[in-house]
């Protein structure tokens, strides 16, 4: 067992994640996450873990395109059980504890888009494209804002191409905002008729897309008019207006 302390929090995720795995005790799991983490066991490390890397720990693999387990002890794996882990060692629990307001989507926002947030947190913007827990999907007009779903990407991990799994995760949005995003992935949002937005310094969504509305009333920028069927006719009108 490792020697480096573990905060409550820490031990609280670690404990809730070995009564879903089964047959593991608490001991085996720290000695397989001090291994996997090179014996840095902290909120942060636990946030960065995946699937694949907590089953390969325990000498495990799971062979994706058959959907069976290599290795020993193969017969009694359960990958819904490691997926139900992983999400406790991220922290979900508490996020269960204090659901997120979602308003399920009920067609009643005209002149809106749909956007896909990355994120790992709450309501905020703190996500890689790439490795990002979870997608916000909120639908969005100039005057109303509500968030419709939260789209775990906990098995992208699990996909030969994680990339597109998960542009196929937000296909539905045409408007992506990330913390950051890297070139190829950029490249196949924009292929998928998405427009990324990165905003590096990330933070609460809803301040961040209250700049979106103020944009949708004013002056919207070519690519958000065309998404919203704006044409230039309008648009001159509203700088106008707005001048």
Not at 30 to 48: F, K, M, P, V
Not at 88 to 110: K, R
Not at 125 to 140: A, E, K, M, T, V
Request: aromatic residues 6%.
């Amino acid at each position: 067992m490792t020697d480096q302390p573990i905060s409550n929090e820490v031990a609280l995720r670690i404990a809730l994640a070995a009564r879903v795995l089964p047959d593991i005790s608490v001991r085996d799991l720290i000695a397989a996450l001090q291994t996997q983490l090179d014996n840095d066991i902290t909120e942060a490390s636990l946030g960065t873990l995946t699937v694949t890397q907590l089953i390969r720990s325990f000498g495990n693999i799971y062979d994706v395109d058959e959907g069976e387990w290599e290795g020993e002890d193969a017969d009694n794996q359960d990958i819904a059980a490691f997926k139900e882990a992983v999400r406790v060692l991220w922290g979900e629990q508490t996020a269960c504890e204090h659901p997120l307001p979602i308003e399920p989507d009920q067609g009643d926002m005209p002149n809106s888009i749909r956007i896909a947030v990355a994120s790992n947190t709450g309501e905020q913007l703190d996500g890689h494209f790439g490795s990002c827990h979870r997608y916000l999907i909120y639908q969005l007009s100039a005057d109303d804002l509500k968030l419709i779903d939260v789209r775990s990407a906990l098995e992208a991990d699990l996909s030969d191409n994680k990339n597109q799994f998960r542009v196929n995760l937000i296909r539905d949005c045409p408007v992506l905002y990330v913390a950051s995003i890297g070139g190829p992935a950029a490249a196949k949002v924009i292929q998928a008729n998405i427009y990324p937005m990165k905003v590096e310094s990330g933070g609460a969504i809803r301040e961040i897309l209250a700049d979106l509305q103020r944009a949708i009333t004013t002056s919207p920028p070519p690519w958000l008019a065309k998404i919203l069927g704006i044409g230039v006719e309008k648009r001159v009108k509203n700088y106008q207006a707005v001048g």
